[in-house]
């Protein structure tokens, strides 16, 4: 058979020729088309190549009636409508990797121009101004530098800047502590990392929890004369934020490669004469370029004519391949996971999934991969998936056994699972039940009876009369409607555990009121995707 490729944006010909080679494809290069000249063209490829110049849409997917595959020769996907591809049955892959030196090397390029004023230097003395009194740079060597997220770019800057003398502190939701005392690095919080460093750089994707991660509060605490680099992701930085910052001198400089708005538009930062600013140049390398379009042709050729697929930043359509009596423990599982991840407070650096009854007979990857790649959402963003998820998780050095039983007292089928780090250790047991759906039946030492909804909150308290009347005035003076309530205790006057499924979410201001009623230890609110 041979297999049809359109590449759609220019990308390395050395790169590509492995597909251009191969007796089993075509490849043609066409670059530069309209939408409405793609959708003339597109009906029998098999596979797509784009970088970030052409978009493709809903309506190209649904003209590629052949269409498989759909490559980006790189990292980001924004210019390819997800949820279309997989609703189509289309895998989008990209290439992690390939540009992991090229982001690294910007980075310390970046922050060399910093500390030594070059492009302003540059600028002056090529204008014929010799100004060299006004151009005091500072040495990488003997300051701190604190990284925040430390995936492989994280840790390539971190040795680079280490070979510079620098000492070097980070934060990541992943980051063990075997992992970093090899690495030479100090594990410290984001707030910690703002008093003590002298440059700060970020490597994580932008996700809800990382979006201005570096802000107001960040800079009220960081060590004066602070300056920042980010070739990361543009909003990982709060622009608006980091304007005020440079206004009130709190830090010395920035910067940045990336934009919350791309091309940017504001040229109050861009014009500012403590910030050195580059048009998204991370990959831009021969070596990066060469390397993207290695990865993403090798995997071409793997899915069609192996069905192994490696960087998918989506899961393919899978509905009629999954037996119908699984696909409730693959919502239980999915909804597990999101529980899970929001009821810690740090990630887990281990997992134990236990499966028992009928289901640890047939085979539980899906199972797995739903509940991790749902556990890794919150830090990874959309583009962690159950294609992908078991690589992420390699990725974070975190470990995970699977068990199977037979039945277990109660229940036709069981999932149990244990997430445990450095300081705590939960507990997730769930079901489907007969005539009433997904439950959560266990958590920690608590039997529980807690149906999967949007708005979750449990509460860890003392037992004692009174407690739920206290909480029913604060949540109703906050139009906060309880849907249903569930309560575990261990006896009279102990310990105990509230869950309670709510209509809205419950805001800040109300988490305060709630967390100093007598008795509360420990609130925390889950919010699910039903």
């Known amino acids: ?221 960081c060590k004066p004369g602070l300056r920042l680099v980010n070739v990361a992701r543009g909003g990982i930085i709060d622009e608006a934020d980091l304007i005020d910052a440079l206004k009130e001198e709190r830090i010395g400089g920035a910067a940045l490669d990336v934009f919350e708005e791309e091309p940017p538009t504001n040229m109050e930062l861009l014009s500012h004469p403590s910030v050195i600013v580059t048009p998204h140049l991370g990959a831009s390398t021969i070596e990066a370029q060469e390397k993207v379009a290695v990865s993403v042709s090798r995997e071409i050729i793997q899915i069609l004519e192996n069905n192994t697929i490696v960087h998918a930043v989506n899961a393919p359509r899978m509905s009629e391949n999954i037996n119908k009596e ?74 995970y056994k699977v068990e199977k039983k037979g039945k277990t007292k109660g229940y036709n089928n069981y999932l149990e699972v244990e997430l445990t780090n450095a300081d705590e250790h939960l507990v997730l047991g769930a079901s489907v039940l007969d005539g009433y759906g997904e439950r959560i039946v266990k958590l920690d030492d608590y039997q529980v009876d807690i149906k999967p909804t949007q708005h979750i909150l449990v509460i860890n308290h003392i037992d004692r009369p009174g407690i739920i009347g206290d909480m029913g005035m604060i949540l109703g003076k906050h139009q906060v409607n309880i849907a249903s309530m569930q309560l575990g205790r261990s006896n009279e006057g102990g310990a105990a555990l509230l869950s309670l499924s709510l209509d809205s979410r419950v805001s800040e201001e109300a988490l305060e009121e709630l967390s100093v009623i007598e008795g509360f230890k420990d609130l925390k609110q889950v919010d699910l995707q039903i």
């Open 1 to 221: 058979m041979t297999y049809k490729v359109l590449v759609l944006d220019p990308v390395s010909e050395d790169g590509i020729k492995e597909l251009i080679d191969h007796p089993n494809y075509q490849v043609d290069i066409n670059t530069g088309l309209t939408e409405d000249e793609i959708i003339e063209i597109i009906y029998d490829y098999h596979a797509i190549v784009v970088r970030s110049q052409t978009k493709i849409t809903e309506n190209v997917i649904q003209h590629g009636r052949m269409l498989k595959v759909i490559a980006r020769a790189g990292v980001g996907v924004d210019n390819i409508d997800i949820d279309a591809a997989t609703k189509f049955g289309v895998i989008v892959i990209n290439a992690p990797d390939g540009n992991t030196i090229s982001a690294t090397e910007h980075t310390m390029a970046m922050m060399l121009s910093l500390s030594r004023d070059i492009p302003e230097a540059h600028k002056e003395l090529s204008e014929g101004t010799w100004n060299r009194g006004a151009h005091k740079g500072v040495e990488l060597y003997g300051k701190t530098l604190g990284i925040i997220g430390v995936g492989k770019i994280g840790f390539g800057v971190a040795r680079r800047a280490q070979i510079f003398g620098m000492k070097v502190v980070a934060f990541d939701p992943y980051l063990s502590d075997e992992k970093a005392k090899e690495s030479g690095i100090e594990k410290l919080e984001v707030d910690e990392i703002a008093g003590v460093a002298d440059f700060v750089t970020v490597h994580t994707p932008l996700t809800p929890q990382t979006k201005g991660i570096v802000g107001k509060s960040f800079f009220e605490k």
């Open 326 to 399: 699984l696909q409730p423990y693959i919502n239980i599982a999915s909804h597990m996971g999101s529980v899970g991840i929001q009821l810690m407070n740090k990630p887990p650096n281990e997992i134990r999934l236990k499966y028992h009854g009928d289901i640890a007979v047939d085979d539980t990857s899906m199972l797995t991969r739903s509940f991790i790649a749902n556990l890794l959402r919150p830090h990874f963003g959309e583009s962690v998936n159950i294609i992908n998820a078991l690589y992420f998780l390699q990725e974070q050095d975190v470990t």
